[in-house]
């Protein structure tokens, strides 16, 4: 799908005006005291559980109407959706493969981490974005697969990305 037949695809959303990366700070910046006036109260671990299983089904209905909307949930549709996540030079990324059984990458450069280690919540930013990444595939593509070892924010040099797409993740 071409960038403007994509662009016109999806209806007009914070995300394409604003970009990820920028919606990720706001959000960060909300979430963030809330989170630590609630572990105060409640206990660390209880509420990150919490954040991060709500982060977690957030992030399987966005890859369902991220599919819908995008028309497709191949390797091709969902690299063309990457454009969302990389705007503003969030992400800098090394293509490994692609093709339609399958799609690898490496994030070199995440403005995203450093945006989490700025604000001084890199636990918080791996359950808000690197949490995401599995379950968003699961809601995009139910058989596709991801593998993933490394993240940049755990300290990384780079994240290593690394899609099946097909029955199972199998290259069928």
């Known amino acids: 799908m071409s ?4 662009k016109d695809a999806l209806p007009d959303t914070l995300t394409q005006r604003i970009g990820v990366l920028a919606r990720r700070e706001t959000e960060a910046r909300v979430i963030a005291p809330v989170v630590e006036a609630l572990a105060d109260a409640f206990g660390r671990d209880a509420v990150l559980a919490i954040v991060r299983d709500t982060i977690v089904k ?6 369902g109407e991220l599919a819908e909307a995008m028309g497709g949930n191949d390797s091709a549709t ?3 959706s990457m454009k969302y996540w990389r705007q503003d030079g969030a992400l800098e990324i090394d293509v490994l493969e692609q093709n339609e059984a399958a799609l690898g990458f490496n994030v070199t450069r995440c403005r995203y981490a450093e945006m989490y280690r700025a604000l ?3 636990e918080l930013g791996e359950i808000l974005s690197c949490n995401r990444d599995f379950a968003l595939m699961e809601g995009f593509n139910p058989d596709a697969e991801l593998t993933r070892t490394q993240t ?8 290593d990305f690394r899609f099946r797409f097909g029955p199972e993740g199998s290259d069928d």
Request: with cysteine.
């Open 3 to 6: 960038d403007e037949a994509a």
């Open 58 to 63: 957030i992030a399987q209905d966005q890859g």
């Open 78 to 80: 969902f690299m063309e």
């Open 120 to 122: 001084g919540i890199p």
């Open 152 to 159: 940049i924010l755990s300290g990384a040099s780079h994240c």
